[in-house]
């Protein structure tokens, strides 16, 4: 679900499950997803990775598309939100990298999505992380459409057009719901 009425992802909406929110009764057993687009800025007091408080390395977007999932099925398994994310991420980097987005090659490096651009040196395009709250893995994947002067160098701008976001946006939900929906069939099918 694309929410329009959201511009900023500040890292509250990780801190609480939020499917229910957004889908009432239409929540699905097998994970909800919704994107927005806006600027990120996530300081230390709503960050969740230890790693980037302790080395200060706070969040910053100037225009960005955020991806926020929410996974029921993964129930208290951190080690499964960890799989899921960087799974996620592996499609959402091999969408990107298609001719009618960004038409480079676009890779991860553990849970970052990277863009080779014309220098041999590689750029974050994404921040992303995940953990489990009440019974369900949550995931935020931000990606950069425009850094900004407040972003770290290594940060690379998708400078996508807004028909680009727009599409990606649809393609992303879409993926979502079939990769669950087949990852969820594949379980139904194992012979005991």
Same mark, same amino acid.
């Given at each position: ?72 099925? /993964? =129930? ?6 960890? *799989? ?10 091999? !969408? @990107? &990298? ?39 893995? /949550? =995931? ?6 425009? *850094? ?10 998708? !400078? @996508? &057009? ?31």
């Amino acid at each position: 679900m694309f929410i329009e009425e959201l511009k900023k992802y500040d890292g509250s909406l990780l801190h609480q499950r939020f499917a229910f929110k957004y889908f009432h009764k239409e929540s699905n057993a097998i994970g909800d997803i919704i994107i927005f687009r806006g600027e990120m800025e996530v300081l230390a007091d709503s960050m969740i990775d230890q790693e980037d408080v302790m080395n200060e390395a706070f969040i910053w977007s100037e225009d960005a598309i955020n991806i926020l999932w929410e996974l029921p099925i /993964l =129930g208290n398994n951190t080690f499964g939100a960890v *799989a899921y994310q960087r799974l996620f991420n592996t499609e959402i980097a091999n !969408l @990107l &990298s298609r001719k009618e987005y960004l038409n480079q090659t676009v890779f991860m490096d553990g849970d970052d999505i990277m863009v080779h651009s014309n220098s041999d040196t590689a750029n974050k395009l994404s921040v992303s992380i995940t953990h489990v709250k009440d019974h369900a893995a /949550l =995931g935020h994947t931000g990606i950069n459409i425009k *850094a900004g002067p407040k972003a770290p160098e290594i940060a690379f701008s998708s !400078l @996508l &057009s807004d028909e680009q976001v727009k599409s990606f946006c649809e393609e992303t939900i879409d993926l979502f719901y079939t990769m669950n929906q087949d990852m969820f069939i594949a379980t139904t099918k194992i012979l005991t």
